[in-house]
């Protein structure tokens, strides 16, 4: 015979379709998703609906509520993640311009990517759901 699966499903429906909602929600504004803010959530969920059943959000239910809708981790840092191509050609064209008009040399050329700054660093991963095939993302350092 071979291998038996467990269909498993989740101790309070409403509260589950609530989340996979709110992963969705948050996915289709481009919010990078980690595991610990899941489990939060899922807490304030449980608090404002008013849930009878005492419950903890642990890594377990974590790991049983990303098997059961199939959300998987995805790289959004990278070369694959990186800026608007279209929108760096009319800044191109823009930098030049202002280059002309203000004359400035070489020397007066900042480049700041260069300097490491991690100013509002975003995570290099987000959790998805199993409709998405690539997560938008910004490069990393």
């Known amino acids: 015979m071979g291998e038996r ?8 429906d409403d509260h589950d379709r609530v ?12 919010v990078p998703l980690s595991g610990p803010l899941l ?3 899922a807490k304030i969920f449980h608090r404002s609906m008013n849930l009878t059943a005492d419950y903890s959000y642990t890594t377990g239910w974590l790991t049983k509520f990303k098997k059961r ?14 800026a608007n191509a279209e929108a760096a050609e009319d800044f191109v064209n823009e ?4 280059v002309e008009t203000e004359k400035l040399s070489p020397e007066q050329i900042y480049n700041d990517d260069e ?13 998805a759901t199993a409709d998405e095939k690539d997560a938008t993302g910004v490069k990393g350092f």
């Not at 989340?19 to 481009?30: A, D, K, L, Q, T």
């Not at 809708?69 to 990186?82: E, F, N, T, V």
């Not at 930098?95 to 202002?98: A, I, T």
Request: charged share 25%; aromatic share 10%; with cysteine.
């Open 5 to 12: 699966k467990i269909i498993r499903h989740a101790k309070n």
């Open 19 to 30: 989340m996979i909602e709110w992963v969705r929600h948050g996915r289709s504004e481009g």
């Open 39 to 41: 489990m939060e959530q």
């Open 69 to 82: 809708h199939g959300i998987r981790q995805l790289k959004i840092c990278g070369d694959k993640a990186s």
């Open 95 to 98: 930098f030049v311009s202002l």
């Open 115 to 127: 300097t490491g700054l991690f100013w509002r660093y975003v995570p290099c991963s987000t959790l």
